[in-house]
């Protein structure tokens, strides 16, 4: 269980561990600017019992959740992986700018190739300009139904929030469960063709909760103090499931989202997509209540599949003053208020949640949004179908398997990493330049699909010079079924500048873009039938992932990539790879 952090036990912890590693004139050094925080990842088999079954599943050091990283705005970090299992695996520092670090991203086949049994790895990169929650998490194959953990960025020493300094800080990670192997239901899937099987249950840092069989002792339990504010770092490391979190009786102010300030306002709900994090306040009321409070999380789910439509519950508890503990009520069970949560498919909730989220803008954080645009593109996203190979009966539509795509291009994962590739001249074989920039064949996007729904296979890439700025439409199709897309840039914030509903129309609709004070996020849900518009501006050289945060669309291929060329000065071009780098 991860437990609630006090300002003053982590500082005294935070002070021990560096006296143990760093001498007396290293202090001095750190007080003035950022220091190196070293890390060992032992990735090991462990068995867990969770819903009356006992399994074995991939973690780093024995932990489910994984160990928390805790560092400054500014820090080195460098993380020792060192892989003790069966499975190739490779880590991502989901959210982390990776300024010049582009070999330390982690996607597998695109910025590395895997870490084999036996051999280690060393993720050597810097936190530039970054504050607040993001969170770690395998990133190849299904590995991060278990192998994640949370990423807290603290400001730079002596600055301070830019809301009331809170009393705890606590982090409340989502997941799935399945009872099943997550490595066996994928590889299944893929090879008949069909939707795989849903998980189990949903967790709270590991925990599902009272709501599922025999689960009432793994519940994540928060105990508050009467009129004092703490923090909660939500995130959402759930494989293929969007989440509505509420707690029951209580109001959260959400202060920040994808590690970046937000304009607080208060909600009974949060909507956080697989790949989101987000920060909230919550004001614990002044006097002790005579009962417990759910915090509960069930799926937004708007697609056409079955899908785990359970909730994972954890509880809300206030602490009682001394004198009322050693009262006759000691014993007493008291009820739980049970949370209010939206329908499954709320996606007029989603939509107004959303648009709420937007950037401080001030002169301290401002929102440097691209004004003059050099390149447009147009995605089209979503569901698709793939032959069936000869001699094989095949579970998707009209004996066909499932598939998606991005502009009709369902990626196909390379055998040599895409940056080492582009880094060495070597693309030949490896990818091709061609990435369609629009859908090649227009059509009513949210209206009745054309006849011919299969998508075309390809390593395809975009290549940009240093330091273009981009505005990028994704539109959601209804081949199959729509559904909501959360789509994940890797290397870039991106801000968030329109969405809606429908087809998106060039003409009418930018003009309703905000370009004041739009969200700035990793990232973003595509609605459900409706369109987005994102704007970045390429700083970083490399090989950036781009791809959906369901795992299973990202399996069937909904990801893409964006080659970023060096610019011209010393400090715009990608360093040569470590020289641990794993081979293929």
């Given at each position: 269980m991860v437990s609630a952090l006090t300002s003053s036990a982590f500082f005294k912890a935070l002070f021990l561990a560096l006296c143990a590693v760093w001498l007396p004139s290293d202090l001095a050094f750190a007080k003035h600017a950022g220091i190196t925080r070293h890390y060992k990842f032992n990735i090991k088999m462990q068995t867990v019992t969770r819903l009356c079954q006992t399994k074995s599943i991939v973690t780093v050091n024995g932990q489910f959740p994984g160990p928390r990283i805790i560092a400054r705005e500014g820090d080195r970090l460098l993380i020792k992986v060192v892989n003790h299992v069966q499975y190739n695996v490779t880590l991502h520092w989901h959210g982390i700018r990776q300024l010049r670090s582009g070999w330390a991203d982690g996607p597998a086949y695109i910025t590395q190739c895997p870490i084999q049994t036996g051999q280690s790895y060393v993720y050597k990169f810097t936190i530039t300009g970054q504050r607040g929650t993001l969170f770690w998490h395998a990133h190849i194959s299904w590995l991060r139904a278990t192998l994640y953990g949370p990423i807290v960025i603290l400001p730079k020493r002596h600055e301070s929030y830019p809301f009331p300094q809170p009393f705890k800080e606590v982090p409340i990670i989502f997941g799935d469960w399945w009872k099943a192997d997550t490595e066996t239901i994928i590889s299944q899937a893929l090879q008949t063709g069909g939707a795989p099987n849903i998980s189990d249950a949903y967790t709270i840092n590991g925990l599902p909760g009272p709501s599922y069989n025999c689960s009432v002792k793994d519940t994540f339990k928060l105990k508050v103090k009467p009129g004092k504010t703490y923090l909660l770092r939500l995130i959402n490391a759930a494989l293929n499931n969007e989440l509505f979190f509420s707690i029951a009786n209580h109001s959260l102010t959400v202060v920040e989202a994808d590690a970046v300030y937000v304009k607080p306002f208060k909600t009974q709900i949060v909507l956080i997509t697989p790949g989101q994090t987000t920060n909230v306040l919550l004001?614990?009321?002044?006097?002790?209540?005579?009962?417990?409070?759910?915090?509960?999380?069930?799926?937004?789910?708007?697609?056409?599949?079955?899908?785990?439509?359970?909730?994972?519950?954890?509880?809300?508890e206030y602490e009682k003053s001394t004198s009322a503990s050693n009262s006759t009520n000691k014993n007493k069970k008291l009820p739980l208020l049970q949370a209010a949560l939206p329908k499954f498919n709320d996606s007029g909730f989603a939509m107004k949640f959303n648009k709420k989220i937007r950037s401080l803008a001030n002169a301290k954080f401002p929102a440097n949004v691209p004004k003059k645009i050099d390149r447009r593109f147009f995605f089209a996203v979503g569901l698709g179908t793939l032959p069936c190979p000869q001699n094989q009966t095949c579970q998707g539509p009209n004996n066909t398997k499932l598939a998606a795509s991005v502009n009709n291009v369902s990626f196909v994962q390379p055998n040599i990493a895409l940056l080492q590739a582009h880094f060495f001249n070597q693309a030949k074989g490896v990818f091709t330049t061609d990435f369609p920039a629009n859908p090649l064949i227009k059509f009513n996007y949210t209206g009745t699909p054309p006849r011919n729904i299969m998508v075309k296979n390809g390593a395809k890439v975009v290549v940009l010079p240093f330091n273009t700025s981009v505005e990028l439409v994704m539109q959601d199709t209804s081949i199959i079924g729509a559904e909501s897309h959360p789509l994940h840039l890797h290397g870039f914030n991106f801000f968030v500048v329109g969405r809606g509903i429908g087809?998106?129309?060039?003409?009418?609709?930018?003009?309703?873009?905000n370009l004041v004070d739009p969200a700035e996020r990793n990232t973003v849900g595509v609605p459900s039938g409706g369109w987005v518009a994102i704007r970045f501006l390429v700083d970083n050289p490399g090989v950036w992932f781009m791809h959906c945060h369901l795992e299973v669309h990202t399996s069937w291929g909904l990801k893409m990539a964006w080659v970023v060329n060096d610019g011209k000065g010393r400090k715009q071009k990608l360093p040569p790879p470590p020289s641990d780098l794993p081979k293929c």
């Open positions: 004001r614990a009321k002044s006097k002790v209540p005579s009962t417990t409070f759910a915090m509960s999380a069930r799926p937004y789910a708007t697609g056409p599949a079955a899908f785990d439509n359970t909730t994972t519950t954890g509880i809300l087809n998106f129309n060039p003409n009418k609709d930018p003009a309703k873009f």
